[in-house]
């Protein structure tokens, strides 16, 4: 080694074991600046290469239908979890977001995005006319293979695709996959996994037909992923049923359609941040002041989907008898609720 090299080392303010590595590696350059060289590019590369997400990219694709209405808050948060996801956004994933009237900044921050990804980011506003509307006109715009119905205010793990993916790989007969909600508290930034339905996704075996869903039950089209060319002809979101039920009516609707063979899968590791809102301005935190959830939803919700199963089958299967029995078991414990506290 150079003199004036071994003095500038010696001089340096570093330990004495930084100091003989850093003279090992000056020897190494000496003798071998070719391999010197190599090795270094090799060993950078492969710890950038660790700290870049890897991206899967897969055979099937996604469309992601979201009702806006005055999300402003939430927009950033839900777009970001979506593009960085691990399955590849640009090549399997679409977002059609259909604003429904707002007048905050959402359409100014839904545009924000899409002109980053224009082709995988589809905007369009109408009248405020309900979540359900807003909804329907997304559907009309699908050309993948799979939908889901991602509420604008809540947001996913970054594998979320990813495990869904999977599954839909492994198993041809899956027409439908039912996800996990984790419950985001917004006012203390927690995660608690305590819906009271998680038991569905704890059974021995997640996998079970469509059209019986035995002691499951599934409300949420924003917890579901469904095959896009199995939607019967005609099957839209019920405009007219507010302020609830429209995801059960529709979901169970489509479960009830599909063949024997076609299977639902309740995957335990597809977590979804259902954002608790702060505010309590969430529509699921305000039905009980809406005048619909005791006359609408019973006669064209709950009402319509027993009479259309009866039709159809004959019968009612446990699993719509479960989803009735805890729609109005809810609507009983709030009404008694509020006479205690009147008394």
Known sequence: MNINNQKVINNLPISDKQKKLLNRRLNK?????KGFFEGSFRKRSLQIKESIPVKYTSDNSYTIVTAVFNSEKYLNKYFSSIINQTLNFKKNIKIIC?????????????????????????????????????????LREIKSDWVTFIDSDDFLPKNYFKVVDEVIVNNKDIKAIATRPIYYIEETEEFRDAHPLSYRFENINNLVPCNDLKRNVQFSAALAFINVNTIPEGLVFDEKLRPTFEDGKFINTYLLAQSKNGLIYFHPKAKYYNRKREDKSSTMDNVWVHKGQFSTVLEKGYLQLLEGTYKRLGYIPVFIQRTILWEILRLVKRVMNREGRVS
């Open 29 to 33: 350059l000496k003798k071998d600046p």
């Open 98 to 138: 259909v604003d429904d009237g707002s007048d905050d900044n959402s359409a100014y921050i839904i545009k924000k995005w899409r002109k980053k990804y224009p082709k995988n980011i589809v905007y369009i506003y109408k009248e405020n006319g309900g979540q359900a509307s807003a909804r329907n006109i997304g």
